[in-house]
């Protein structure tokens, strides 16, 4: 009975915590593709959505599987805007607008992007082509707000040509 006390409290302990952060992760935590260079993007000459994240944001997760993952995968706006991801904690480094070298976290800093989930909508230059999104409230909300950065964004960089 002892034995089995042991091995229930070991499960518990070890085994939960491992199953939920595979959960985790395999439910959204992956699959948009991280920004590394944004100078090489933006000569694409389409808006960027830059979703400002961390590795253990809850709220980042819920974005990219409910909100992003499936623009993505309706190709809604496959050939008009470009989705890309910026951890702001793991000391990735990415190439700026500017075609520099530089920790993620800075360039995150430079835009105010302290808070994560945060939405940014970027022209070539790295200049903000509609307001920002930071957060999440109402998930139908959320969706439509995002849909029309989106639209405002790409009628911004039409305006400019």
Same mark, same amino acid.
């Given at each position: ?66 909100? &992003?993952?499936? !623009?993505?995968?309706? $190709? #809604?706006?496959?050939? /008009?805007?470009? @989705?890309?991801?910026?951890?702001? +904690? *793991? ?27 945060? &939405?940014?909508? !970027?022209?070539?230059? $790295? #200049?903000?082509?509609? /307001?920002?999104? @930071?957060?999440?409230?109402?998930? +139908? *909300? ?20």
């Amino acid at each position: 009975m002892l034995a089995m006390k042991r091995l229930l409290t070991l499960l518990l302990v070890f085994a939960i915590p491992v199953l939920t952060w595979s959960a985790y992760s395999a439910n959204g935590h992956t699959g948009l593709v991280e920004a590394e260079n944004l100078a090489e993007d933006a000569r694409q000459g389409r808006p960027i959505v830059l979703l400002v994240s961390q590795d253990h944001c809850p709220f980042c997760v819920q974005i990219k599987r409910e909100v &992003l993952k499936p !623009l993505i995968k309706s $190709g #809604e706006f496959s050939e /008009e805007i470009l @989705i890309r991801e910026l951890f702001i +904690d *793991l000391g990735t480094e990415v190439t700026d607008f500017q075609g520099k070298r530089r920790p993620s976290a800075d360039l995150a800093q430079d835009y105010g992007a302290d808070l994560t989930p945060t &939405l940014l909508f !970027l022209g070539p230059g $790295g #200049e903000e082509l509609s /307001e920002r999104i @930071i957060g999440i409230n109402t998930l +139908d *909300l959320f969706v439509l707000y995002v849909d029309s950065a989106i639209k405002e964004s790409i009628a911004a960089l039409v305006q400019r040509r």
